[in-house]
């Protein structure tokens, strides 16, 4: 298609179809960095088929309080672990139609397992393998062929070297000529042109080895159970300006030992519900950019449960009213 200037028409970008935002985004923002962009994400995005059963341990990053009474009152804390260990209740294709374009990855080869299969964890481990999970991420893709996803794959559990190895072996594999280099400039324009889709953070030095991995995206958490005091941790980080490339600010609360105790009829998703107006009100007053208070990605729980999708992209209006005339071609 040649290319011809037009004159950026005003948009709501909370309209926007949410399965393909990207690719219906003003032409102002096709040339804007994504690590200038408001990306909506998703904290410990493979919870939802945590596995209910008995076969699975608690995982080992748990407490040793709770490993044996989980392996001794399974039946009575069972229960307990699964309702604040799930994040996300929808599925990895009903997160991404949703609008969601990081995916938090936390990867596991569980204890005394003789194969080499890979799953998610978050107290206990998944039903699915890692495999099965980013051959669905793959077919979304086919689908939605402008549209990019970042992939971080981080907290590795019980992985060697070997097991490593197999895993970017797979990534690689499934992703093959979709995946980014390191080298290219990452704007949307020149994704679409290069037939580009998905950017691989992996937290290993293994990454240095592969010119299709990036390193681990920086992940902000504040760890806190109110959300009055995680944003005030935020404020105070902004404070010392962004990170230069990708990053991610977390606005999941963390629940600990005390506040799980005093609210033993809740789960965490109660929890996350009940903050999200107030976390919303913040994130609705942030900005994307390169300024360094700007925001980059913003990653939450239970992100199809709310307006948190629409209200992370909507702030990318902050840019379309920064820009000018643009070149309409998107190359092939």
């Known amino acids: 298609m040649s290319s011809e200037v037009v004159s950026e028409v005003q948009v709501s970008l909370k309209e926007l179809p949410m399965d393909s935002w990207m690719d219906h985004l003003p032409c102002a923002l096709w040339d804007v960095p994504l690590r200038n962009l408001a990306i909506p994400g998703s904290h410990n995005a493979i919870t939802y088929c945590l596995d209910r059963s008995d076969r699975s341990p608690v995982d080992l990053t748990q407490p040793d309080l709770l490993q044996k009474l989980d392996k001794y009152m399974k039946p009575l804390i069972r229960p307990f672990v699964y309702k604040w260990a799930v994040t996300q209740e929808a599925t990895v294709k009903e997160q991404l139609d949703c609008g969601v374009r990081y995916l ?91 037939g580009y889709q998905v950017i691989v953070s992996y937290e290993h030095s293994m990454v240095s080895l592969y010119s299709d991995l990036w390193p681990h995206i920086p992940y902000w958490w504040a760890n806190k159970c109110k959300a009055e005091a ?52 913040w994130v609705r007053g942030q900005s994307p950019g390169s300024e360094s208070h700007s925001l980059n990605i913003i990653a939450g729980d239970f992100v199809s449960e709310s307006h948190f999708v629409p209200t992370v992209i909507a702030l990318n209006q902050h840019l379309v009213h920064c820009t000018g005339p643009c070149d309409v071609s998107r190359g092939n």
């Open 104 to 194: 938090d990855l936390r990867i596991a080869h569980r204890p005394n397992d003789t194969s080499t299969d890979l799953y998610f964890y978050h107290g206990v481990y998944t039903t699915l393998t890692v495999e099965t999970v980013l051959q669905e991420i793959r077919s979304w893709l086919d689908v939605h062929s402008r549209e990019v996803v970042l992939l971080s794959f981080s907290h590795f559990l019980g992985l060697n070297q070997d097991l490593h190895t197999g895993l970017i072996s797979t990534i690689r594999t499934i992703f093959n000529a979709r995946l980014c280099p390191t080298t290219e400039v990452v704007t949307l324009r020149n994704l679409w042109s290069l």
């Open 230 to 281: 995680l944003i005030e941790e935020f404020e105070h980080r902004k404070q010392h300006g962004r990170p230069g490339g990708f990053f991610v600010t977390g606005i999941n609360l963390t629940e600990d030992l005390k506040y799980i105790c005093s609210h033993p009829t809740e789960s965490l998703k109660d929890l996350v519900m009940s903050t999200y107006p107030a976390l919303l009100s």
